[in-house]
Every structure is written in C-alpha cells, then in structure tokens.
C-alpha cells in the first residue's frame, strides 16, 4: 500500500521518505541529464550533489584510496527502485535508467566517514542521511565521488554512533549502455524485424556499484526489497517472485510497477533484474515455479523444453548431494542475446548466454547438448555453493567455481545418464588446465587477500586455475576420501554456514570432522594434505620405476629451465595419492608424502607392466622407466582394452607433455599414437589431436607439414571407415561420445585431403547453397562441414554463410557459422571479417574476441590476428573493458603459433607498447604468452629434425 511524501528534519538536512505510489513521480522529476553529450561519456555527478574526485597517481592512506571497504559498517536492508528506459531519451540521447535507492545499514564501529561503492551514476536529489534509532543522524559535511576507487564518499560532521542503524538515501541516473556490465541493454531484432531492448544485468564481480549505491562486496550481505517501474508491454524480473503488480501514470505515461518479494540475505553480486518482451515456459516442481525465459520467436519454436526438462531434475540431484532444501520458491533461468559470460548463478534469476539455455533439436548439436546441460547444472550448483553459502572475498573464488565446475559433472549425470560425462572432466578440466600450470608463471589456487584488490585483479582470477584446477583438486579429494565422506563434510558445512559467509579453510575443517566421525583414515589431516595443492601453483610428475620400485615427485615445468619466482613453504612437494594397476590388476592406494618412496610392489617381471593413476582421479602426470614404457607401448598396441579408456587418453598427454618438458624423447610421445590406427573410442583420438595440435602449430608453416599431414591421414582412415560403415554418413551413433568421434573422423579425414571426405563435405554444402531453405547436414557435423567447405571454397561460400548467419534465429547455428567464416583461406576474406569484429551491428560484443581467437587458430588468418590486435589494441582494451573476462584468451590465442625469435620480440614490443593502456585482465596472459613462446622456441630447435625424421618412417 503506497504512502505519500513524509518530510521530516534531521540536524538541518531535508530528507524524504518516497512512500512506493509516489515512487514514479520522484523519479520523472529526478532525471537531469542535458549534460550528456554522447553514448562513450561517463555520468559525472551534478554539482549540487558531490565534487568528482579524478584518478590519482599517488595513492594515501585514506579509506577512499584504499580498495576494500572498511569494517566500520554493515548493510542490513537495500529498498532499491529502479526505471529503465527501453527507448533512447531525447535529451541525452542515451539510454538511460533512473533509480532511488535506500539502505539500511548498522554503524559497527563509531566513524564520520561512509564509503559506498557508486560507479558512473549521477546522483539527481541531495543524498540524505537518517537515524534510525533515538538519536539525530548526523549532519553531511560533503559528498565527493572517488572515480579511481569507485566509491561515494560522505563526510559527517559528527561520528556515527557504534551499535545505531541508519539509513541513507539517494537518488540517481545512470547508463543503460551496452557494455555487458552491471545494468545493461541487450538489443535483438524480433521476428518481424523490430529492433527490440532488453533491460538486464552482470552485477559479478563488481558491478552492483553500476546499478546503485551498494556495499559491493561479498561479505557485505543484506536483504533486498526491489521496485521496478516498465512499459505494460514488457515484464520485469528478479531474485524474488512478483508481490505486488500495479498501473502507474508517470506524467501521462502508462507504467507497471512490479514489486517483488524480499530476497534471502545475500551479496550484491547476486542480484539480478531484468525487463524485457520475452515470453517463458514453465513447469511446477511441486511448490517449486520453473521457468525457461527467452525472445518469443526462440520459446515457440520450442528451444527452452530440453533446459526446462533437465532443470527440476537437477535440481532435485542438488537437493539430495547437499542434504539442503532449495532455498527459494521459484527457479527462474533466461536466454540474453548479449551477454559476456556463459552463465551467471543469480539467486532465483539465472541468466544464460542464449547458446548456453537454449537447444533446437533439429538445428542443436550432441555438443550444444551437452553444453547446456553441464552449464544449467553449473549455475544450478551454485544455488547453495556460493549463493547460500558465500566467499567471503574473492581470492577463494576457486573454491566457489571449482566446486562447481566438478559437481556439474554429477548433476549433469544425473540427467543424462546415458553419457558417461563424468568420464570427460579429465579431456575438458584436468588436462586443459595441466598447460596453463605447467608454467612457472602460473598461480596458486588461494591467493592473499591483499593480492587480489582491484576490480581488473578480482576479473583475472576468473581464469582455468580457479575453475578448473579447482574442479580437478576437489574431484581428487573427493576421490580419496570418498563420495560419502566428502558429501558428509559438505552437508555439515552448508548447514553450519548458510546465509553466511566462509574462507576455503572452513570446507576445511568440515570434511575433517566427517573423517573423524567415521574413522576413515588419512595420512595427515585434510588440511595438511591440501595446502600443499592450493597454496603452492603447479602439480608433480611422479615417476614410477618399476626397476627398482622407487616412486619419486618433481615440479612438472614444460620448460625446466625456468624456475618460479613465487617461493613455496613446502618447497614445491606435495602429498600425492598414488593409485596403480599391475597388469590389469588394481594395486592398494599408496600416499607418495615425500620426495621418493620405495616400495618391492612396484617391480615386475618379464610380462608385467604398471599404469598409475588410474581413471586420473590425482591431479598430476606420470613417467615411468623406458623398460615400462615399451610394456605400455606394446600393450597399446596389442591388447588396449586392459588399459582404461581414459587412462589411453592421459598415457597420450602425459607423454606428449614430458616429452615437451625434455623429460622423454618426443619420438616415444609420438609412438603413443600408433595405436590409434586401430582405436575407435574418443578419449583416446581426442587427447591425440589435442596434442598434435601442437605439432600443427609449431610445424604447418614448415616442411614438416607434409609428413605430419601424411602421418595423421594414415592414422585415421580406419576410423573414418568405421564410421562409414555404422552410419553412411547418413546417420549419428547412439553412444554421446562416439558422436563427438564422429565428427573427429570427419573433420581429420577432410583437413588431411581423404578424398572421400572432401567430396561428402563439398557435395553437402553445394546441395544446402542451391537450396537454402533445407539444409541436409546433420546438426552434430555442421561445425566441420561448415568449416570445411568455406576452406575450400571462395568468396561465393563464405558470403553465403554469412547471409545464413545473419538471417538464423537460432544462437547456436550462428556460433556454427561464426567460427566455420574463420576457417576461410583466402587473406582479403579474413581481413574484412576480422573488421566486423568491431561492428557490434555485425558481430556481438560478446562474440568479439572468440571470433578474432577463431581467425588467429587459422595458419592463415594468425598473421592477420595478430596484426589486427597490435593496430586496434586500445580501441579493443577501452571498448570491450579492462575487466572483460576474454582477454586473457584473446592475447592467448593470437600468440599461441609463436615459435621465432622474431616473434617473440613483436610479443615483447606489443606488451612495451602497449604498457600505458593497460592489458586488464590479461596481464597475467601477456607474461604466459611470452613465458610459452621462449618454450616453444627452444622445443621446435631441438626436436624439428626427429619429428621430421619419425614422421618420415614411423614405428
């Protein structure tokens, strides 16, 4: 029930308490905007409310210099209205949203200073301050806006007393512009061709700032009351279901005001609001509201069934995994046609790039499948694990992403049973992530606090090591502790910490108490064990030599000449659970917890042969004597069945990786793959082309092409034969991972010129050209034919995909084509898309540097790639924002083929060049990068003339 205007005095200071009918009216008359002048300009605030302090050089000792938010006060309750503009303002020609907001916070020590994160909004009204308890609030001194630190600084002429509440109100305008970040507009052509507006958010990490003035940090949690006023045409979102929908006149315009439900206490960076034309489906899970949102073309069409299906399912998995009921009474996920990330675990709101939600099942791939089911259990996850139970600073954000990113495994499992998925984690997290952290400029996965304080330091962390080294660490102690112990361990945690906040160390302490409970026994205590594989970076090889049975552990560095700048107090060892198999029999678990163990098990005679680490549950690599090795190899190659299918998989990358590293000749890696002539399984070909891969990067520019192409076409004849004979091409295997396989047997039998190959792919192609309307490729096999095709075409093809790419409604298709346009060959080609990547009327924002990255993997776009990122650095830097979580993979992927001298000196010059502006969260990447190319150097030097030499006759 709406009140109206109370006007009362406190210490001279007019305050107005906004009763919610009168909510519009204050905000029609708030928006003072004639100052703006154009879309790039930042909202500077008005005058008469605060001073706009520049960034400075020389930080100080004062709280507004410092990155962190002081302890002094604690937010309790944010009643936050907000009025996006779907439709540009004349005045300022910018989309623009205009807000009031009031938070309630508890002073915890006596202060006369309150510092709330505000960024790039105009404050419209005098900021006013209330006490809430017997005492007059004090009077403000000043306001002054800190740009650099991103807070609003107001300065009392009393102290705050410790143990009152207080209130403080404001009043603003800021930007709804299209920069993927905090409150933001996604815009989308419907199927009549009306340019549409969407009003929606990414407050993670640091964008809550950007929507209101909030205590953006996580541990500054609160309960959030959120307002919003919208066109009757379109429908508002958030945390909490709709309590309250009512019609407003607002100056003689029509508006809904939708009021929703008070959320949970809960972070900032979880909050979400959205408005928007869309249309949803939905299913009621017993009490529980499931709905699938998305633009109305892409629901009718049915592409939200598959995720709203799969969602009550997983959901349920959770329930059970954590012991903890779902906290909420609605579970909301919805389809962004711009959004920077994959997904975002908004509490009740989750949003979803629309490739990550959203399945066609006569367009969709097995892969798009898979992708969303993985992703919707990902997100759904963290419901409890970050949502419920929150770090409480960022420097844990492993702990938060890593978990997730292994527990979506079983919650995809658990809707797809079918699929064997939890089997690749090992291709997809562990020996993904083995690259990054085999190089001496890799990181830990905790940090200090201290360490990670700046908005573009807490983005760099959103990067593999916290994902997936995350995931495959807590796989590892889920393993050998065991599911029950570790889920008991969980569910005692979240139930001891929900609604609050924790640091790693207290998962810590849980799983302790569940391995003292049941006496399972461990060497050392949970904790002793896993420091040593979150505070120190990299991983071990261990060597099993079964001459002698000694077992023994060194820092695995792909260039041994390099040595970490980064001390560790456990000098780099660490605490490996060690589990083998003796000739296709299973030895008991061993812990390695020092240097070199020994033990006679370890032996073998005549016929035996050891494989550890069995099914890679340990986070580490393997070498072994020569005289096993040539065992392995054998048995590789005459009985490969007595060998795990995923265990074929890590002796291929684990040799390949020693063999960089100087440990092994690259001749015996190479021998890995020589069964493959006789392998049909996935794993095993996947983790080959993974690191052949290398071999094309290193070599496709050189007279080691020919051998390599020759050598590879050879190997997979057969499998593109068996795939012939199961399908005719005709058809897709039933099996989740023969698919993928399927298409690995098509996309190497035609990019190593199998004739039969290439005409299937071309007579393909033609057939959909002459005819658009009905495309005769099967969705799984489009990417490669797609690719394949426009390779060996011309401009007639490549213009035909991009007319199909402009013309497809289904994200999923177009991610097809937008990366099959980078396999062109042709310069001119590459070098006019590569220019759309700067149009976001061609290219989304959140396609940019995917696309760039898709164009740099092509041997003949990568000089292109590379000059385009050089010439148009600042322009990307500054439009795509220093804390866009791709940069790290954009200066990845355009480096990755360096392998010259006169490459890495352009590395160089680009990174001295470019010192000023600024990398964001890629300066970690440029360093690897050029860590990695002095390493590829010096590997192409010393094996080129062997490889070439094998390659020429191998056996």
């Known amino acids: 029930m709406g009140k109206g205007f109370h006007i009362s005095k406190t210490v001279g200071i007019v305050l107005i308490v906004v009763g919610a009918a009168a909510v519009a009216t204050i905000i029609a008359l708030s928006v003072v905007y004639s100052q703006e002048k154009s879309k790039n300009n930042e909202v500077k605030p008005t005058a008469e409310v605060a001073t706009s302090v520049p960034p400075t050089t020389a930080p100080s000792n004062e709280p507004w210099d410092q990155w962190r938010l002081p302890q002094t006060l604690s937010p309790l309750t944010y009643n936050v209205t907000l009025w996006p503009r779907l439709k540009l303002d004349p005045t300022s020609g910018l989309f623009i949203f205009t807000g009031m907001s009031s938070v309630i916070f508890r002073c915890v020590e006596k202060t006369d200073l309150v510092l709330i994160h505000s960024n790039k909004l105009n404050m419209t009204k005098p900021v006013t301050l209330k006490a809430l308890g017997s005492q007059p609030a004090p009077s403000i001194d000043s306001i002054v806006m800190y740009e650099k630190t991103q807070y609003m600084v107001i300065k009392l002429k009393e102290s705050l007393t410790a143990g009152e509440r207080y209130e403080l109100y404001t009043e603003f305008v800021g930007e709804l512009a299209d920069d993927l970040g905090g409150f933001y507009r996604s815009e989308y052509d419907d199927e009549n061709g009306v340019r549409k507006v969407v009003a929606t958010t990414q407050m993670q990490a640091t964008d809550a700032r950007k929507a209101f003035p909030c205590f953006d940090e996580p541990a500054m949690k609160a309960v959030f009351h959120i307002t919003i006023l919208h066109d009757p045409a379109t429908r508002a979102l958030s945390n909490g279901v709709v309590i309250d929908e009512v019609q407003i006149t607002v100056d003689g315009t029509l508006l809904t005001k939708t009021t929703f439900a008070a959320t949970e206490v809960m972070s900032t960076y979880l909050l979400a609001f959205i408005v928007s034309e869309f249309t949803f489906i939905e299913q009621i899970d017993k009490d529980l509201q499931i709905r699938i949102f998305g633009r109305r073309e892409a629901i009718a069409a049915g592409q939200g069934v598959y ?47 629309e490739t990550a939600l959203l399945y066609d099942d006569k367009i969709s791939s097995n892969g798009n499948k898979e992708r969303i089911a993985t992703i919707i259990a990902h997100e759904l996850a963290h419901q409890w694990f970050g949502n419920l139970v929150t770090i409480r600073w960022w420097n844990d954000l492993w702990l938060n992403e890593g978990f997730a990113s292994y527990v979506e495994y079983l919650g995809a499992d658990e809707a ?185 098990d370890l032996k073998i005679n005549a016929n035996e042969w050891v494989l550890a680490n069995i099914n890679v549950t340990g986070y580490y690599r393997v070498n072994y004597d020569q005289v096993n090795w040539e ?67 290193m070599f496709d520019r050189t007279e080691l092409y020919g051998p390599l192409q020759a050598y590879v076409g050879k190997q997979v004849v057969p499998l593109f034969k068996h795939f012939t004979d199961l399908t005719d091409w005709k058809d897709v295997p039933k099996g989740h991972t023969d698919q993928y396989n399927q298409i690995n047997a098509l996309r190497v039998a035609c990019s190593t010129g199998l004739e039969n190959c290439t005409t299937l792919v071309k007579d393909w192609f033609q057939q959909w050209m002459n005819n658009p309307d009905d495309n005769p490729i099967h969705a799984n096999l489009r990417s490669t034919v797609y690719c394949s095709a426009i390779a060996a075409g011309d401009d ?136 990695r190319t002095n390493a590829n150097i010096k590997w192409v030097e010393q094996n080129k003339d062997a490889v070439l030499a094998w390659l020429k006759n191998p056996s």
């Not at 849980?510 to 049941?518: P, Y």
């Not at 890590?650 to 040799?655: G, R, T």
């Open 796 to 931: 007639k093809e490549w213009d035909f995909a991009w007319e199909i790419f402009q013309k497809t409604n289904v994200a999923s298709e177009k991610d097809k084509l937008r990366a099959a346009m980078a396999c062109a060959t042709k310069p001119w080609l590459l070098n006019r898309y590569l220019s759309y990547t700067l149009d976001a009327s061609k290219i989304r924002k959140q396609d940019a540097t995917s696309t760039i990255i898709s164009i740099a993997s092509n041997v003949a776009g990568q000089p292109l790639a590379w000059d385009f990122v050089r010439a148009n650095w600042e322009y990307i830097f500054n439009q795509y924002g220093g804390g866009s979580f791709s940069f790290s993979n954009l200066i990845n992927g355009v480096t990755k083929r360096f392998s010259t001298q006169f490459e890495l000196q352009q590395l160089i010059q680009f990174r001295d060049d470019n010192a000023n502006i600024g990398f964001g969260s890629g300066t970690l990447a440029i360093q690897q990068s050029i860590e």
């Open 307 to 353: 995720a709203l299906n799969k969602t009550g399912l997983i959901l349920r998995f959770f329930e059970k995994y954590y012991n903890v009921s779902y906290p909420l009474p609605k579970s909301d996920q919805i389809a962004l046609p711009d959004f920077n990330a994959g997904a975002m675990e908004n509490w009740g709101l989750i949003t979803y790039r």
């Open 631 to 697: 065992r392995l190899l054998n048995v590789l190659q005459t009985s490969r069945h007595s060998i795990p299918v995923i265990n074929r998989a890590q002796l291929i990358d684990d040799a390949f990786n020693l063999a960089k590293a100087g440990i092994i000749p690259t001749t015996l890696a190479l021998r890995t793959t020589l069964f493959l002539i006789d392998e049909t399984e996935y794993m095993p070909w996947e983790s080959a082309l993974d690191n052949l891969d290398y071999f094309y990067l």
């Open 416 to 600: 797809e049973p079918n699929w064997n998925i939890k089997d690749l984690i090992v291709l997809n997290d562990v020996h993904r992530v083995f690259a990054i952290d085999a190089l001496a400029s890799s990181h830990p996965l905790s940090s200090k606090e201290e360490e990670i304080q700046r908005p573009e330091q807490i983005s760099e962390v959103f990067d593999t090591i916290s994902y997936s080294k995350g995931a495959s660490v807590i796989r590892m102690l889920s393993d050998f502790l065991t599911e029950p112990v570790f889920t008991q361990g969980l569910q005692t945690y979240l139930d001891h910490f929900k609604f609050k906040n924790t640091v790693y160390t207290d998962l810590w302490d849980h799983l302790q108490m569940a391995v003292d409970k049941t006496g399972y026994q461990l060497p050392k205590t949970v904790q002793e064990i896993m420091d040593r594989w979150v505070l120190q970076m990299g991983f071990p090889v261990v060597t099993f030599d079964t001459t002698n049975g000694k077992i023994t552990q060194e820092h695995f560095l792909l260039d041994p000449n390099t040595k970490p700048d980064r001390p560790s107090e456990f000098n780099y060892e660490w605490f490996v659970p060690c589990t083998w198999i003796k000739t296709g029999t299973e030895q008991p678990m061993r812990w390695l917890l020092e240097k070199t163990d020994q033990t006679d």
